[in-house]
């Protein structure tokens, strides 16, 4: 009954793992989850066991659920990013160089949580949501910072791994983007290159940009978006809270696979067989 009544009023919850001396230099290890929301709550037995599960963007939340529609004149990405997460009682942390400006964007029939998904997806600005904060981000700056981990094959830092390529949709050597503007009479056309593929495979993107820098900025991003990819791996590691989302890790004597990696995600999990971290990891893309 405690638990139900928690969860008619929203309970917020905050994660905190604690480790306890283990580096065996005598200090603890603090490492915060951040703030969540009782999503759900399920009993079964026997034994009785209660298992809860709750989640930094609530399914029934306003920003997910709520449908709106609305023309945005006269914004930049940032600008109705800001606005979304103010209406919405959250705050936004707007991490990119690259802030497009709209004169005109509509939203019809869409939750703001979808609509920003898709102006920051076709920007190739990338979107999370984190303790009552929406964040976009360029993953190349993230990809730029140094390795907070050195990964060697059977170093004994995991207990399994998996590597793979893939070439579907993930080999183009160039993105050119085009925009014919009627008022003015003239085409404006970026280009973007990765001399490492050999594919000679070109994605051609139709979209409205103001500039020829515009343009090229925004065929850097969208090769990015398809060939980031090319090669992924995953980890069972011996539990590590440095190993977030977002940081970079190097791997080597993998053969094909060596190289520089981002982390896309990281499962930390505390059970019968102690703390472990799951990482997904996908090749840093260099150049653009």
Known sequence: EAIEAAAAAKLEIEAVLLQENQRSDGKDIY????????????ASGPPNVVTIKATALPFNATIRQMKKTKAWEGYTLSGIANEIASNNGMICMYESAYNPAYDRVEQIKTSDIA???????????????????????????????????????GDGTYTKYSVGTSTADTQYSSCRVRYN????????TGIATDSKIKSK??????????????????????????NK????????????????AGVTVKLQKFGGWDGKYIISQAVHKVGSSGYTTQIQLR???EGY
Request: include cysteine.
């Open 201 to 226: 495979q070109q994605l051609e993107i139709e979209a409205r940009v103001a500039s020829v820098g515009e343009a090229q900025t925004l065929a850097e991003k969208t090769l990015r978006l398809h």
């Open 115 to 153: 609509f920003l998904r898709k102006l920051c997806h076709e920007a190739g600005v990338s979107l999370k949501t984190t303790n009552k904060i929406i964040v976009c981000f360029d993953q190349a700056q993230y990809e730029a910072k140094d390795e907070v981990l050195l990964i060697q094959r």
């Open 31 to 42: 490492f915060p989850f951040g703030t969540f929301e009782l999503d759900t709550v399920t």
């Open 229 to 244: 990819f090319q090669k992924t791996a995953s980890f069972t590691m011996i539990g590590n809270p440095d190993l977030v």
């Open 181 to 188: 503007n009627p008022a003015k009479g003239q085409c404006i």
């Open 283 to 285: 090749n840093v893309l």
